[in-house]
């Protein structure tokens, strides 16, 4: 009699447990982006706030991709506990460069996600898993790219209204 419970699910518990802390991970980015689009509306940078309201629709989509991959392969997803997310910030730079941060650190768990899932031979879940790593090149590209912003104009004067005016035109062709 074959075990049951390896019937019900074609996941591995490490894999699921790995792809249940990634549901957590994009829960995080997508309430931190949701801050700082808060704070970005607050100094009245409109594109800087519509930038991360859509930045964080996009994490909370990115959640619900994994989540619902666990379930779809019959493992038990988690709908995470999302905590200290910060409310202020000490800069319009410094809020680009916090979401640089969590999107490099976004792209080390999917390298790791997708190193562990070669050891396990789930090559299932490592083809769902390119997807998210073609999406971090975008992400940094545009995050990288806007900071560059900040560089050349500088933020003296009306430069924060100029940076937020060209941030919109930032966008990844892919080449
Ligand atoms: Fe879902 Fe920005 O990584």
């Not at 019937?7 to 994009?26: H, R, Y």
């Not at 409109?46 to 989509?61: I, L, P, V, Y």
């Not at 941060?101 to 390119?130: P, R, S």
Request: hydrophobic share 40%.
């Amino acid at each position: 009699m074959k075990d049951l419970l390896k019937l019900k699910s074609s996941l591995v518990e490490e894999i699921e447990n790995i792809l249940n802390t990634q549901v957590k991970v994009e829960a995080h980015s997508s309430a931190i982006y949701l801050a700082m689009s808060a704070w970005c509306d607050d100094q009245g940078l409109d594109n800087a706030s519509k930038f991360f309201a859509k930045q964080s629709d996009e994490e909370r989509e990115h959640m619900l991709k994994i989540f619902n991959y666990i379930s779809n392969r019959g493992g038990k997803p988690i709908s995470p506990e999302v905590t200290n997310i910060p409310n202020d910030f000490e800069s319009f730079r410094g809020v680009f460069e916090q979401a640089l941060e969590q999107e490099m650190f976004v792209t080390e768990q999917f390298n790791n996600i997708a190193d562990k899932c070669v050891k396990a031979k789930d090559y299932v879940t490592f083809n769902f898993l390119q997807w998210f790593l073609a999406e971090q090149v975008e992400e940094e590209f545009v995050i990288r790219r806007i900071l560059e912003l900040f560089d050349v104009i500088g933020e003296d004067g009306t430069g924060r209204w100029e940076i937020d005016k060209h941030l919109v035109k930032v966008v990844f062709d892919g080449e």
